[in-house]
Structures are given as structure tokens and as C-alpha cells.
């Protein structure tokens, strides 16, 4: 069947309020132009991120309700970490509230002053808590991910001429750990290859030097392992994530993503002295190391999520969702950042909007024109996010000017996803008439959370 279908079927629904042009006119105006102040009600198709906004499966709702919210040792505790070490394999689980306070005690206890700490691409959340702790976060894409029109299947994979010059240059001592994201989130939802994360190990542990996978999006990387990698067609999904992970030394992970989890993360490692300074600070900053900032109700959701995430016919939708996303784009020549990913479409806003200069933003610009047209909610990747210098408060165009359309797990069906193909070709056929944008005002940190615009 080329049909392609939701494997689930909706048990509950939430509405959505649907909206005129000329109120979603009124309503971006009352929002300064900026999406993140719209009210979430105001939206028809919210693919601001697919961080948290999952829906949870009737298994996960039931497991909640079994939830034991013991203080110590809580029952909810065990299924939690046995489903965790199952599948990642780590020796020492450490649950936390979020990715972020997962990165947070990691690097609280490995960064110093004078570390380097190269990735494929940091999260912006692992960056800044790199920067935090005074350590250096290099990033050290491929040559392709920076090509928008290469079809190179492992666009986020780590370059490893670099990675080895790195290593060579600064020395082992001066890198405590060597990071690498799957899928690449910043780097446009990209999976890296079985073989790039072979050849990493083989590089960190040749030089003693402990290896993490920053995993939010693991389940996504695994199946496209098993899609696109030779020799893994019949290795289950499962059996490929148990052997990306059996290569690292440890991990950190967000359970707002492949975990179908509205709140949540860990830290793992097999180092147990390690684990034991990690709890130390978690029992500061998050709780008791049992618990770590979670309810007992959440570690079961998180429990169950993780082993309905490596579902191989949910994952099989989820990638053939976003891949037709992007087809439907690509046959009506809209510029669209190829392959598809896991977990976004990725519209390039500089060639869709030509006439726009970088710093009157287009991709804002294209957020604010999607939303009038249909109520789609998206978020701009380029200058507005990553324009200004915090430091110099200078502004430069950044690398690339992206629109990134995040798309909820199990949330939207295909119909919806017809609407936003619509909605992006409605846009698309006026695109000339659309105008730049300027920044009234905007703080010198995190700007595109809060700033306030106007057409030029
Ligand atoms: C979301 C994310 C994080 C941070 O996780 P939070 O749960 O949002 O704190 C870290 N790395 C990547 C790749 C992510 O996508």
C-alpha cells in the first residue's frame, strides 16, 4: 500500500479552535510578529517544537496510574531504570527533570576552564551549559550538512579528519569527553551512520577519552540506520540502537523527545566513581537520585514510552510522514533542506525569499506569513536566533536562514500535514509581495524567545 497511515487510532481528542485570516492578522500583530508570544489556543497547527508535545499512548496513561511516589526506592524507580539499562545498556542510571539538567551535572563535573568538547552539532542547551562551566564547545559537522542540495544519506555525521586533528592538536587532557547528537537536531534532524559512530569510538578510545551520545532522538537514528545503512535491513530497530549505544561510554537524554514523554531525561555513564560525584550534585539540584526531580508517575510514562518509541511501524510513519512532507515541497520547487529528517522540515528561507536580506529576516518573516495564511505555527533558525554576538552586540547574517517545522510525535495526521503543504504553497505563490522584518526590541540573550518585531 503507498497509502501512508497513522498505526494508532485516536481514543481522545483535544479541539482545535480554527481561526479567520483576519483575526490570525490581529493576533500576530498583538504578538509583536513573533510566534513564541502567540497565545498556544490561537494556533491550528502548533510545529513549534516536537519537544514535550507528544501524545501519550493509552498504555502510558494506565502506567501513570500505577505511578508509586515513594520518596526512595519507589517501585516506579526500578521499572524505570530496568527498561533504561535494556535498552541503552549503561551500568549507572541517573534521572533528571530534563535533558538540560542532565547536561548540566555532566558537565558540572567533567568541563574545566581549559576543556574542548567537540560534537557533530551542539544542542543550544549543551552549548550554553559547555560555555557555563568555562569549557569550549566545538562543533564538527561533515562536509555535506552544510549542502543543502546533497542527497548524502548521513548528513549528521561527525567529520573525522577533524575530530582526529582535534584529538592530535589538543591532547587527550584537555578533552573530557567527546559528544555526538543523534539524530543531528541543529544540524537539520540528520542521522549518523553506524559506521561514523564506530569510527568515533575507535578514535576516543584509542586516546582514552570517554564517548557520549547526546540520544534524544535515538529511536529516529536507529531506524534510519536500518533504512539507509547497508547490512542492517533485517537487524531489528532495537538491536541497532542496543549497538549505537554499546559503542559510547555514556549518554544524556531528553525524554520530551523519543521517549513520547511530556517531561523527563537521564544521565547514564558505566563509570561507577563518576555516577557517584553525578548524584552528589543531583541530590543538590534535582533530588533524591531514585527520583531526580520527577514524579513516580513520570518515570513509568517514560518507561513505557521508550519501548513503544522503537515500534518499527510507528517509526516507519514517522520518517515516511516527514519524508512526504518534504516531497510534496520539493515537486512544487519549494527550496527544502534534503533528505528529509526524523523529527522537522527544514524550509530554506534565504532562497525562498530572495529579496529579503538576512538581517531583515526572512525566516521570521515566513513564520509570521504561515501563520496568517493558515495558523501554522513554526520557528525561525537563522539570523533572529543566532545573528547577534551576546558579547560584542554585534549582529552578522548566520551560517544558514531556516524555518523549521517541528512535527509532534503521533499528534497530526496526514490530513493535517496536506493542510500544511497547502499552507506553505499558498505562501509560496505570493512570496513576492512578502516584506522583511525589523526588531523593535529584544534582549541580548536568547533574543528570539521574546523579541518584538515590525515589517519593514
Ligand atoms: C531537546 C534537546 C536537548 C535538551 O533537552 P531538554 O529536555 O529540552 O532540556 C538536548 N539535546 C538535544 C539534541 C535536544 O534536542
Avoid at 527533570?97 to 576543556?115: P, T
Avoid at 535491513?233 to 513520547?260: L, N, Q
Avoid at 531556516?402 to 512535527?407: K, N, Q, T
Avoid at 495526521?413 to 522583511?436: F, P
Wanted: proline share 5%; with cysteine; hydrophobic share 40%.
Amino acid at each position: 500500500m503507498k497509502t501512508i497511515i497513522e498505526p494508532f487510532k485516536i481514543k481522545m481528542v483535544e479541539p482545535i479552535k480554527l481561526t479567520t485570516r483576519g483575526e490570525r492578522v490581529q493576533m500576530i500583530e498583538a504578538a509583536k510578529f513573533n510566534p513564541f508570544r502567540l497565545r498556544a489556543e490561537d494556533v491550528i497547527i502548533d510545529l513549534l517544537t516536537d519537544s514535550g508535545t507528544s501524545a501519550m499512548s493509552s498504555e502510558a496513561w494506565a502506567a501513570m496510574m500505577r505511578g508509586d511516589e515513594s520518596y526512595a526506592g519507589a517501585r516506579s524507580w526500578y521499572r524505570f531504570r530496568d527498561t533504561v539499562k535494556d535498552i541503552f545498556g549503561f551500568e549507572q542510571v541517573i534521572p533528571t527533570h530534563q535533558g538540560r539538567a542532565a547536561e548540566h551535572i555532566l558537565f558540572g563535573v567533567m568541563v574545566k576552564a581549559d576543556s574542548v568538547i567537540p560534537n557533530n552539532t551542539h544542542f543550544d542547551t549543551t552549548r550554553a551549559n559547555i560555555e557555563f562551566c568555562g569549557g569550549e564547545a566545538v562543533d564538527l559537522p561533515c562536509a555535506e550538512a552544510d549542502d543543502l542540495d546533497s542527497s548524502y544519506p548521513f548528513k549528521g555525521n561527525m567529520d573525522i579528519e577533524a575530530l582526529e586533528k582535534l584529538v592530535a592538536e589538543m591532547g587527550p587532557e584537555h578533552i573530557p569527553l567527546i559528544m555526538v547528537t543523534v539524530t543531528n537536531n541543529s544540524g537539520g534532524g540528520q542521522p549518523v551512520s553506524m559506521a561514523n559512530i564506530r569510527e568515533i569510538s575507535r578514535i576516543a578510545r584509542g586516546a582514552g577519552i570517554p564517548f557520549y551520545l547526546d540520544a534524544c532522538r535515538f529511536a529516529e537514528n536507529a531506524h534510519f540506520i536500518k533504512r539507509r545503512e547497508p547490512g542492517f535491513e533485517t537487524t531489528p530497530t532495537i538491536d541497532i540502537a542496543r549497538e549505537m549505544f554499546s559503542y559510547a561510554d555514556g549518554c544524556t537524554m531528553s525524554a520530551k523527545k523519543d521517549a513520547f514523554a511530556n517531561i523527563g531525561g537521564f544521565l547514564c555513564t558505566n563509570d561507577a566513581e563518576l555516577a557517584h560525584r553525578e548524584r552528589n550534585i543531583l541530590i543538590l539540584t534535582e533530588g533524591f537520585p531514585t527520583y531526580g526531580g520527577l514524579a513516580g508517575r513520570d518515570l513509568d510514562a517514560i518507561a513505557v514510552g521508550l519501548c513503544e518509541i522503537l515500534d518499527e511501524h510507528y517509526l516507519d510513519f514517522r520518517l515516511r510522514s516527514t519524508r512526504y512532507v518534504v516531497r510534496h515541497l520539493l515537486e512544487a520547487g519549494i527550496p527544502v533542506l534534503a533528505p528529509a529528517g526524523g523529527h522537522a522540515v527544514y524550509i530554506d528561507a534565504h532562497r525562498f525569499l530572495p529579496h529579503i536580506e538576512p538581517l531583515q529576516y526572512p525566516g521570521q518573516a515566513l513564520a509570521v506569513e504561515l501563520y496568517i495564511e493558515a495558523g501554522v505555527r513554526s520557528v525561525e533558525i537563522g539570523s533572529v536566533m543566532f545573528g547577534l554576538d551576546p558579547h560584542t552586540g554585534e549582529e552578522h547574517p548566520a551560517r544558514l536562514e531556516l524555518l523549521r517545522l517541528a512535527i509532534p510525535r503521533r499528534v497530526y495526521t496526514q490530513s493535517h500535514m496536506d493542510y500544511v503543504i497547502e499552507a506553505i504553497n499558498l505562501v509560496w505563490e505570493r512570496r513576492e509581495k512578502v516584506r522583511g522584518m525589523r526588531i523593535v526590541e529584544a534582549p541580548q540573550f536568547l533574543r528570539h524567545f521574546t523579541a518584538e518585531f515590525e515589517r519593514v
